[in-house]
């Protein structure tokens, strides 16, 4: 039977994989390629934030979704992109619990603020890119 540690691994590899997908699809398939940047400021435009904040949260979700898949600094990707989903909470919190709800209720969010927390306590897991290598460190000098 399969321990704790030796599935934990594995377990985190998958949530940061689903994370980094759904980033991807939100930021690059809804955000850019559906709404397209002008919509996308119409609407951050139309809920009273500055337009640039669409553009801001388009290039953020699309880089949270390339590091989560890549396994880079996932830890601080997944605290870097708590704002995002808290913004999206309180936007959504009038609208009821159910994300289905005219407008979008706030589970949604909620879940997605739950994941990242978990996600930043778990660390990258298996298959990550080994970012001391990227920053050419030896495991001896690297800082945790």
């Known amino acids: 039977m399969p321990t704790t540690a030796t599935t934990t691994p594995y377990a985190a590899f998958l949530l940061r994989v689903s994370l980094g ?4 699809a ?21 809920l009273g934030y500055p337009p640039i904040f669409g553009v801001v949260v388009i290039v953020a979700e699309i880089a949270a979704g390339i590091a989560l898949i890549a396994g880079v600094w996932v830890r601080l990707v997944s605290i870097l992109a708590l704002p995002i989903m808290i ?4 936007q959504h919190s ?4 159910l994300f289905s709800a005219t407008r979008g209720g ?33 495991p001896a000098t690297a800082r945790a």
Request: cysteine-free; glycine content about 18%.
């Open 21 to 24: 997908l759904m980033f991807l």
């Open 87 to 90: 913004g999206a909470l309180i």
């Open 106 to 138: 706030w589970e949604f969010p909620a879940f997605w603020i739950a994941a990242l927390l978990v996600q930043a306590g778990l660390g990258a897991g298996a298959f990550a890119v080994d970012t001391n290598k990227l920053l050419g460190r030896t």
């Open 26 to 46: 939100h930021g690059a398939l809804l955000k850019l390629m559906t709404f397209g940047i002008p919509g996308t400021m119409g609407f951050f435009g139309s």
């Open 94 to 97: 009038g609208n009821g619990w």
